[in-house]
């Protein structure tokens, strides 16, 4: 199973990661930072799409995922859910039965970062830019672009 996903360490930009397949709701995605590069400022950004990311390519997307909600399908995301994260960060996301996006870090208090249309298929999407180098996933996760490699 493919669960790190790396950045190009000369690129800050295009390190797209998406899950392979909708998530359920109440399906808890855990994912640890692994790896981080301080040349860069900036750090995670996290959304969800009904966009079934096989049907894309990689020059469909922004360098700047920010830029996804001008996209046809339903987009919506959050530029910096992990600002700076360190190596050894755990982050968690799940939808709730009422469309909540719940965000969890290092296991602490849960909160809300968005509201969602989960009547859609969803996927979640992660973006490695900025000081991001690495994530791990736990599970399996549908890598994107030619300067994301994943083991």
Same mark, same amino acid.
């Not at 996903?5 to 399906?27: D, H, K, L, W």
């Not at 894309?56 to 700076?84: C, F, H, N």
């Not at 870090?105 to 969803?122: A, C, E, I, Q």
């Given at each position: 199973?493919?669960?790190?996903?790396?950045?190009?360490?000369? /690129?800050?930009?295009?390190?797209?990661? #998406?899950?392979?397949?909708?998530?359920? @709701?109440?399906?808890?995605?855990?994912?640890? $930072?692994?790896?981080?590069?301080?040349?860069?400022?900036?750090?995670?950004?996290?959304?969800?799409?009904?966009?079934?990311?096989?049907?894309?390519?990689?020059?469909?997307?922004?360098?700047?995922?920010?830029?996804?909600? /001008?996209?046809?399908?339903?987009? $919506?995301?959050?530029?910096?859910?992990?600002?700076?994260?360190? $190596? @050894?960060?755990?982050?968690? #996301?799940?939808?709730?039965?009422?469309?909540?996006?719940?965000?969890?870090?290092?296991?602490?208090?849960?909160?809300?970062?968005?509201? $969602?249309? @989960?009547?859609?298929?969803?996927?979640?999407?992660?973006?490695?830019?900025?000081?991001?180098?690495?994530?791990?996933?736990?599970?399996?996760?549908?890598? #994107?672009?030619?300067?994301?490699?994943?083991?």
């Amino acid at each position: 199973m493919r669960n790190i996903a790396t950045r190009s360490g000369s /690129e800050y930009t295009q390190g797209y990661v #998406f899950t392979e397949r909708p998530i359920r @709701n109440n399906e808890k995605i855990v994912i640890e $930072v692994v790896g981080v590069q301080q040349l860069y400022k900036g750090g995670l950004a996290f959304g969800v799409t009904c966009c079934d990311p096989s049907t894309l390519r990689a020059t469909d997307l922004p360098d700047d995922s920010s830029d996804l909600i /001008e996209m046809p399908q339903y987009w $919506v995301g959050i530029k910096d859910i992990a600002l700076q994260p360190r $190596v @050894n960060t755990v982050l968690s #996301f799940w939808i709730t039965d009422s469309g909540e996006v719940k965000f969890e870090k290092d296991h602490g208090f849960p909160r809300t970062v968005l509201h $969602v249309d @989960n009547s859609l298929p969803l996927y979640m999407y992660f973006d490695l830019y900025g000081s991001t180098q690495a994530i791990k996933m736990r599970g399996k996760c549908f890598n #994107f672009g030619t300067l994301l490699e994943t083991f």
